[in-house]
């Protein structure tokens, strides 16, 4: 029954009913059997119940159960004032929603507690009691502390006298730790970070973070090497509407296996002075030419050779763009495996433009001037400017664009070679004609329909021979001969070389295309160019020149071949010699998430020869398989290896992963990742999700996993 009294304090009435109700009107209200009160998103139910009134105060006692919005409580009394949300309940059980600002769903948290004080609608206090992210009837890890305050309002909750427990074990003694609720950002200790590797022994971190502000935070980290010593860490990110940044720093004072000091240091800012100016600033710098193969347990940081050091301003005009850089390197040198030190820019201005339909046709122009800086080599100045300008015809299902250009560059050298002149001239034409025709029909496969395409396609290129013997290579290079090399103007990167061409490209690709919503499905090309004269320009006079009338053979074929099934392959096909130059080809099977598996072969004529093989696999009760085994046939060599294990326990995860790596041309690095993640707490131990995402392609976390803590973005 509806009490005559006035509103509970928010907009809803109170309203009870029960087996038996007796009371006064607008005074109090008792209640038995089956008691139900409700107001709003509040309701109470108990075997008896007495509402009072005049202080709006509710008492429970039996069985009572809470429920409000996502949470919900049990225990044997209760005394709470409904409009203030403030008393507190008895020998409770609880479950509350600690709902994700992130996009990754509601985490449910649950547990016991002695007492259950209510200090306000979203800020609770509880005494003895423990807190568990897992399932009714499963207790594999929990919190257990003396006191535990959840203020949902500031999204911040601590523990007082507390310990972790897995498995029956405690794990970890907490006797004051405050943590982010809603995955938000707090000052606190993160997890400790556990890990091995066969250069540095077990590494033992220990991450403190600092919330400095809504866009700023600090993460300072001491690690402890085993076999080298300890090594401080930090990190420093920030974020505002016009900037954007970080920097890192490591640094050992004394490596007691090499016997000296040794750091790294990275800076990263990009700037936004306007709607059209930006700015970029990247340093990067180590001790020595070890640091990262002897202090990374990852080949994508271990393989680093050249670190940059740059700043980049660039302007947006439109229909135009022009930057201004300054660049230089840090080589890191494998003794094995010596490398040249590349040219530093200092500076390099660049000035592009394309106008489309003028009169007709459209107008490009590609401008530089850099001055090239090296400790040794020949330096000097280079000048050039392209401009061009093309005729572009389009017709239903054909295309034709007759294309001219002028490509002009001038050199200025210093400590250039004797006799070499200080300065060079180079002025040639460039003509161009690109063309093709595309026709579709309907065709079925595997019993389905798609819409085929046949689009064939003629490239004709003229570049008259210019000699550039006498040229310095400041930054080019032999292009890789690949598809979309065979319809470039160059047969060299940078502009130290510019190739002579008398040659045409000739080329086809088949194309099957879902019906419904155009998807490309699956594709197939062949190509191949055939030249009217020999090569003259060739990158040094040790690189003999072309004299053969056709290139090889370039085809390919990739696509999803069915439902759970991709191909991706492409070779090169030299008919002079009837022998394959390159031969890539990759299968992967996923036929659901957090299952798959990838096949791969890569061989290149006189250089590599390689086997990749890589897995993620259900293998019953909860346990997953990951792997990769990549080995050079040509060098009877493990390039990379990874085998490891993960079981999901419905409310934690639990992975093990041992890794192998070449980190250099003799020597290799081993790696152990340990980790626990406790969901909607931390993750404990060393994060092996980044070295698993790269070695399986297609790999996928076996559960919803909680965004980084310390993540933020603020202008959604």
């Known amino acids: 029954m509806p009490p005559s009294g006035k509103p509970a304090g928010m907009n809803a009435p109170v309203t009870i009913s029960a087996e038996r109700i007796e009371g006064y009107a607008n ?56 409009r203030d949300s403030v008393g507190e309940f008895d020998q409770a059980d609880y479950e509350f929603a600690l709902r994700s600002r992130s996009g990754y769903g509601p985490v449910r948290a649950r547990g016991k507690a002695d007492v259950i004080r209510f200090e306000s609608k979203d800020q609770y206090r509880l005494e003895n009691a423990t807190l568990t992210t897992c399932k009714a009837g499963n207790d594999d890890w929990y919190m257990q502390v003396g006191e535990l305050e959840l203020d949902m309002t500031r999204d911040v909750g601590v523990a007082h006298n507390g310990k972790l427990v897995f498995k029956g074990m405690p794990i970890a003694y907490v006797p004051w730790v405050d943590f982010p609720l809603h995955n938000q950002r707090k000052s606190g200790f993160l997890p400790p970070i556990v890990g091995s590797s066969g250069k540095s022994g077990v590494e033992i971190g220990v991450p403190y973070y600092v919330n400095l502000a809504p866009n700023r935070d600090l993460t300072i980290e001491p690690r402890e090497f085993s076999k080298r010593g300890l090594q401080l860490a930090a990190q420093l ?28 240091t990275t800076f990263q800012h990009n700037q936004r002075f306007s709607s059209r100016l930006t700015g970029f600033i990247n340093i990067n710098k180590v001790s020595d030419d070890n640091y990262f193969r002897d202090l990374s347990s990852r080949i994508n940081i271990t393989s680093q050779t050249t670190l940059p050091r740059e700043g980049l301003l660039t302007y947006d005009g439109g ?43 459209d107008l490009s122009l590609t401008s530089e001037f850099v001055e090239f800086y090296h400790p040794t080599s020949v330096i000097g100045s280079r000048l050039m400017a392209y401009p061009s300008v093309s005729l572009p015809v389009i017709l239903p299902g054909a295309y034709l664009t007759p294309k001219l250009g002028f490509h002009a560059t001038a050199y200025g050298l210093d400590r250039n070679a004797p006799g070499t002149p200080d300065s060079i001239q180079r002025a040639l034409p460039i003509a161009s004609l690109d063309s093709g025709l595309t026709f579709e029909r309907d065709a079925s496969l595997t019993g389905q329909k798609f819409r085929q395409t046949l689009e064939p396609r003629l490239y004709y290129l003229y570049v008259p021979y210019r000699d550039q013997s006498k040229i310095p290579l400041f930054d080019t290079g032999q292009a890789d001969f690949n598809y979309a090399q065979m319809f470039s103007e160059n047969l060299f990167n940078g502009s130290d070389r510019i190739a002579d061409a008398n040659q045409l490209t000739v080329a086809v690709t088949s194309r099957m295309l879902s019906p419904r919503n155009g998807q490309e499905v699956l594709r197939a090309t062949i190509g191949q160019r055939h030249y009217f004269q020999n090569q003259q320009v060739t990158l040094d ?72 093989v890589s897995a993620q696999w259900p293998l019953g009760g909860g346990w997953y398989g990951v792997g990769r085994y990549n080995y050079s046939v040509r060098d009877s060599r493990l390039v990379e290896g990874l085998a490891g294990f993960e079981y999901n326990g419905g409310c934690w995860i639990g992975r093990l992963v041992a890794t192998r790596f070449a980190a250099a041309t003799e020597t290799t690095t081993n790696a152990v990742f340990v980790q626990l993640e406790l969901n909607g707490l931390s993750r404990i131990g060393s994060n092996p999700l980044e070295t698993l995402k790269r070695n399986v392609p297609g790999y996928s976390s076996i559960n919803q996993t909680r965004p980084d803590s310390r993540q933020f973005n603020f202008y959604e």
């Open 27 to 82: 005074q109090q209200t008792s209640a038995s059997g089956n008691v139900e009160l409700r107001q709003g998103e509040v309701s109470i139910r108990a075997d008896e119940l007495r509402y009072s009134y005049a202080n709006d105060e509710v008492q429970a006692s039996g069985d009572v159960r809470l429920s409000r919005g996502g949470d919900r409580m049990s225990g044997t009394g209760l005394r709470l004032r409904v």
């Open 237 to 264: 990110r920030y974020l505002d509407r016009s900037y954007d940044g970080e920097a890192r720093v490591e640094h050992m004072s004394n490596d007691r296996v090499r016997n000296i000091s040794r750091y790294a």
């Open 319 to 361: 229909w135009w763009a022009a930057s201004a850089r300054v660049q230089r390197f840090q080589t890191l040198q494998d003794p094995s495996n010596p490398i040249v030190e590349p040219y530093g820019r200092l500076p390099q201005f660049t000035l592009n433009a394309t106008r489309q339909y003028v009169g007709g046709t």
């Open 541 to 612: 006079e040790s690189t003999p020149g072309r004299t053969d009338k056709t290139s090889d053979f370039l085809a390919a074929l990739g696509g999803r071949i069915s439902r759970h099934w991709t191909l991706d392959s492409a070779l090169q096909y030299n008919s002079h010699q009837n022998l394959f130059e390159r031969l890539g080809a990759s299968v992967r099977y996923q036929p659901e998430t957090a299952k798959v598996l990838n096949l791969g072969y890569r061989f290149t004529r006189d250089s590599l020869s390689q086997l990749d």
